[in-house]
């Protein structure tokens, strides 16, 4: 099937469709103690993420992610076009010199838990929130009532898994990189469990991109329509 069955899914939604992506080493690190991060995956992982960012309407990252990568959020290295950013900021940290405010004509939306003041040129989304966290499924409804209805979820690690622990994935792509960090933050964390049976064990195909192994798991048989936040 090739790549065209890693696309298709977010190429061909009609509706609402949320897909989220992490990279990661082999022993689950996805950045140092320091927080670097920027050379775990391969040249073709990263055409893999930007070419994801083409296909999304919008892409959502947490404020720590802009804090600390400071990410441009564009389609640089491939074809198509930038799609809308979305910052959760729930408690106003985001700097005015980042990146991903560049006036380049993209839109840029914070998503804030209260009405307070942003950078210049940037849209503010006030939402529920509860203990400085913002509910998933609220920010959604919301993106997809602006017409934005194909939504990568890129960063960090606390909101792709806050979205999946909601069940407000549609996909996941996980993309493994053979380096081992040994120390750092992981990646996926989800609220405790007792036995290996309450594991997650969605449908998963796998595909190799240069020396990095990308593992696609459908969740759509997990989504849920319960309230949840994001940091």
Do not use: W
């Not at 009609?14 to 320091?34: E, K, Y």
């Not at 449908?203 to 949840?228: I, K, Q, W, Y």
């Amino acid at each position: 099937m090739g790549l065209h069955s890693l696309y298709a899914p977010i190429s061909q939604a009609r509706g609402s469709f949320v897909l989220g992506q992490l990279g990661q080493s082999l022993d689950g690190r996805i950045a140092t103690p320091t927080g670097h991060s920027r050379t775990i995956g391969g040249p073709e992982a990263i055409a893999h993420l930007h070419q994801l960012r083409a296909l999304a309407d919008a892409v959502v990252v947490g404020v720590g992610t802009v804090t600390t990568d400071d990410p441009q959020l564009t389609t640089r290295h491939v074809h198509g076009p930038s799609p809308v950013r979305v910052i959760i900021d729930p408690n106003g940290r985001l700097p005015h010199d980042a990146c991903v405010l560049h006036d380049d004509g993209i839109p840029c939306i914070a998503v804030q838990g209260h009405p307070m003041a942003r950078p210049p040129r940037i849209e503010g989304l006030t939402l529920p929130s509860s203990n400085g966290r913002i509910d998933v499924h609220a920010l959604v409804k919301a993106l997809t009532e602006r017409g934005l209805k194909r939504i990568l979820i890129e960063g960090g690690a606390h909101t792709v898994s806050a979205f999946l622990a909601a069940g407000a994935l549609n996909r996941l792509h996980i993309c493994v990189s053979p380096v081992i960090i040994g120390s750092g933050q992981t990646g996926i964390c989800l609220p405790q469990i007792a036995r290996m049976e309450q594991a997650m064990r969605p449908p998963c195909m796998t595909h190799r991109l240069g020396d990095d192994v990308l593992f696609d798991f459908d969740l759509d048989e997990t989504l849920s329509p319960t309230g949840a936040e994001a940091q």
